[in-house]
């Protein structure tokens, strides 16, 4: 089983759709969660973190479920610019600075006109 | 705040050269700096991670006399490919963590990447 599984995509949604992603992870003991976007041959960057009592941040909310070992993003009103693969990342180690980052493969986000 | 750079963005090299890739923070203390390599289509593979002034920590499965880390100061680590071959051929990325003031950093930021093409 892999430590942190998304569902591939693609999600190929209209603008103004409100799309929901999935993560599921292995390690009961993972200390902090987040999402990252990866445009294509681009590196990651930081979407959001996740906590237990859920996060939004604008259109985009983040939701961690530690019980169900459940991650979850949810775009609203989705934009062109969106389109994107979608990273689901947990960390493994410890809360100082010298944490693992483990990357789920991704799900790949299509939104057209 | 919390820019990593890398160089080059991207290397074309024959098989059998070794190829030298930097990581910088610009901005802040890098104490932990990660490698990582992408092959398209996958996810991002954690290579090895080191600690300033230390010997790297390589994953399962990573030759640690092929991928040569040094990580001697707080804002720059560097990645050796040595005799590389086509099958290295691949989207290294770099990605830092430690300190802004006093601050510890909560999750790492990543470089632009380096696309390496060996031929």
Known sequence: ?113 | GAVVSQHPSWVICKSGTSVKIECRSLDFQATTMFWYRQFPKQSLMLMATSNEGSKATYEQGVEKDKFLINHASLTLSTLTVTSAHPEDSSFYICSATGTSGRRYMDTQYFGPGTRLTVL
């Open chain 1, 1 to 113: 089983r892999k430590e942190v599984e998304q569902d591939p995509g693609p999600f190929n949604v209209p603008e103004g759709a409100t799309v929901a992603f999935n993560c599921t992870y292995s390690n009961s003991a993972s200390q902090s969660f987040f999402w990252y976007r990866q445009d294509c041959r681009k590196e990651p960057k930081l979407l959001m973190s996740v906590y237990s009592s859920g996060n939004e941040d604008g259109r985009f909310t983040a939701q961690l479920n530690r019980a169900s070992q459940y991650i979850s993003l949810l775009i609203r009103d989705s934009k062109l610019s969106d389109s994107a693969t979608y990273l689901c990342v947990v960390n493994m180690g410890g809360m100082d600075s010298s944490y693992k980052l483990i990357f789920g493969s991704g799900t790949r986000l299509l939104v057209r006109p």
